[in-house]
């Protein structure tokens, strides 16, 4: 089985997606993830093992406790290749230099405005 097939196993299964979602902001010990769960704590080894073998978490010895991190280099292959369907790729640098140019257009428009506003205000007050 290739690479981005392994990946696509070990991210099929819901409990292992949200523990990849618990990793992406922090590593956590093997009982702090297994506290987020309704299912056993050897359940959750093994979703963790899933993983490890398919280099999408990596694991650390710290005492007695095994501390994940989240591997994302892991995803690449998939990452690649989801985005072959993405039809709708926005070209960012695009996209801030027309607002660049609206913000500016805006300013310029009201700064013409504002004066003739300025004075009718003072003949009716």
Avoid: C
Avoid at 8 to 16: C, E, K, L, S, Y
Avoid at 92 to 115: C, G, I, M, N, Y
């Amino acid at each position: 089985m290739d690479d981005l097939s392994k990946v696509a196993v070990a991210i099929a299964d819901p409990v292992r997606r949200e523990i990849l979602m618990m990793l992406r902001r922090t590593p956590l010990t093997a009982g702090d993830i297994a506290a987020r769960f309704a299912i056993s704590r050897p359940a959750v080894s093994r979703h963790l093992r899933v993983l490890r073998e398919n280099g999408l978490v990596r694991d650390q010895q710290i005492g007695r406790h095994r501390r994940y991190s989240l591997v994302r280099s892991g995803l690449d292959d998939l990452t690649a290749w989801l985005t072959q369907f993405d039809t709708q790729r926005v070209d960012w640098s695009q996209r801030l230099a027309a607002l660049e140019t609206e913000v500016h257009r805006t300013r310029r428009d009201r700064k013409r405005v504002e004066p003739a506003n300025d004075h009718s205000k003072e003949g009716t007050a």
